[in-house]
């Protein structure tokens, strides 16, 4: 005798939840002005660290050397550089302006005869790896005290919240611009470490820690919160040990604010940066900056105003892009909003 058992149909196929981490990457990607605006930001990176190559191939020239009496050859004729004055008295010399041509003097040169287009890109390396580096060292602090006072409370967070309120109580450039004038002449000893006068490091430092408190103090007020939760609770209740849920419930959740203050960070040191190469208190020769370049052409701007607006509009792109590229990534962090763009 034969059993027949009848085809029952199967059980459906329960799919995976998407992870945090996975569905803010999908709510980003559906922000497309953010993603528009992180395609530029990838651009402007790529072209400064392309200025040696820039320099060296197509405009055939060094930014940092001065070019008194360096002549250009357009559209067959022989022209000089720097041109006598036609302006007032006729006394001085003007720069030879935009040729608008991938070549040599794409942007016109500056008050010393150097390439404006090159010095643009190497002033973008610099202030990216300024912004950059300080944005590092700030949230790094400001997660390490911020953290530290809310999880273990009591006297160090008493401790901890008087330093961050001492530094809060200054204006952000009021403080970089008094650091700047007083270690600007002189080096920083940290232990073994040093930091020399005219040094990047030195713009590094002290951006880096000016903005700390603006960090550190809602990571510290994010803490407490989360020190209230059930989780944190029931990890307690359970006889989890303090670092356990420091490492386990704590950090996770507080590396999204984090990354949500990566972009902001970085486009209030770039023009933090700017404000002071631009005051001769940042970075200093023969380094340069687009603050730098923009002091540069300050002098320039009835006669060859590109020298001075072209560092102001990348500025002004970049941190534009910044921002947008930082509300998209705080929408996407956010479980209760929703995508922009869509």
Known sequence: MVNVIADQPAAPVRQAAAGPWRTAWRKLKADRSAIAAFG??????IASLAAPLYAHYIA????FVTNLNGEIVIDGVTQPVLQPSTEGLGLGMTPIGPTWRIGPYLLGADNQGRDVAARLLYGGRDSLLISGAAAVLCLVLATFLGVVSGFFGGIVDVGLSRILDVLWAFPVFLLAISLSIVLIAQSIQIGPFEIR???LWLPIFIIGIVYVPYVARPIRGHVLTLMQAEFVTAAIGLGASPWRILLRDIMPNVVTRIIVFVPLILALN?????????????????????????????GLLYSRPIVALAPGLAIVITVLALNILGDGVRDALDPKSSPRGI
Request: net charge negative; glycine share 10%.
């Open 40 to 45: 530029v930001l990838v651009v402007i990176v």
């Open 197 to 199: 006068s005219g040094s």
């Open 270 to 298: 770039m023009m933090t940066e700017s404000s002071l190469s631009f005051l001769s208190i940042g970075v200093q020769p023969p380094d340069a900056s687009w603050g730098t370049i923009i002091q540069d052409g300050q």
């Open 60 to 63: 055939h020239t060094d930014p």
